[in-house]
């Protein structure tokens, strides 16, 4: 076999996105794009916003001498200081370029942040439904993941999460817009979550780090402000990338932020900026930390989803799907019609449709719709949607 056995195994069993969106461009192929309707990549169809172009053509137009250098492992010390005003700003904490790393994404930052702080055989808590590549990303640094459910709103469940905590636990990831759930965490849950990993830190006599995957933080609804993480627990770990609040994902910038008031802030943020070079990131691309340095204020128009999850909501529970209503990020997670997910998802796309079956997700019985498409996919995939109603016998399931 020319790849690991492990590896051979995760290809086998994951990679349900990547399975769907590959099988979305086989169909478009086979029936023409305009009649394929593909959910299953949360890749935004948004343009960033104008100002990325226009500081792109500034930098164009008057290059900085040496701009294309190698620089320090952690980014220009002016994009850090950017980011760190900003973070300034929207937590009234008092972060400095010392406390921010620049990554490849938030991805890279989720295996920098792994690789910094555990030691072999360490438990990560992750919360199902899931990024499937948590997974992954916690066996790449030899720790182990342990997965607790969410409640039925897909809220934290802190009762099931006390009881997983032990004294090999070294971290719980959560994800706030949630990606595929779209639900926002409220400020009383953090609040109890931080309390909760204090204890047990005591408890077990060793820092418990709470790491927040944020790529959706700014994409959120109803005017609601971002219920932040930070002020909850002194071991947190703050990733976030610009894929989403810029419409960047192929840019590959995203940061991580310690705590200003972590204890060991220094060594920790020495360890992850260790770590961005280790894992041969080396560091975040330059041109795009002086891009995004002037561009910490700047974000998609968050209403352009919000509309398009109004859109997909009622619809779809007009036809009798059972959905919880999102409040961020771009995605749905409605209740499979009947228990086996890849049936149902296999049935949507015989009309065409590509949706992720819950599977991929740790949580099988539901599927999930990525909505930052065109509103034309949107409103070509109602018609699957319906028929599919229909044929698993959906309360107010009509296809005309
Ligand atoms: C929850 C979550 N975390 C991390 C990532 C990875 O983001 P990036 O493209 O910045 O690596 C994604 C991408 O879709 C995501 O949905």
Redesign the pocket.
Known sequence: MAVSAKIHGFMEQGGWIRKMFEMGIALKEQYGEENVFDLSL?NPVVEPPEEFHQELLRLAENPIKGMHRYMPNNGYPGTRQAVADGLKTETGMAFTAADIVMT?????A?NVVLKTILNPGQEVIILSPY?V?YGYYIDNHGGTAVIVATDESFQPDLKAIEGAINERTRAIII?SP??PSGVVYPRELLAALGELLAHSEKKHGGEIYLIS?E??RRIIYDGLSYPQVFPHHLNTIVVN?H??DLAL?GE?I?YMAVNPDCPDKAELADGLTFCNRMLGFVNAPALMQHVVRALQGVTVNPLDYQRKRDFLYSRLTQMGYTVTHPQGAFYLFPESPVDDDVAFVDALQNWNVLTVPGRGFGTPGYFRISYCVEDKVLEGAMYGFAKAAEEFGLQGAHSD
């Open positions: 949360g490849c994404g938030a991805a890279a989720i990024f590549e994800n949630n990606n995957d790529p959706y990338s894929a989403k994902p590959r995203g």
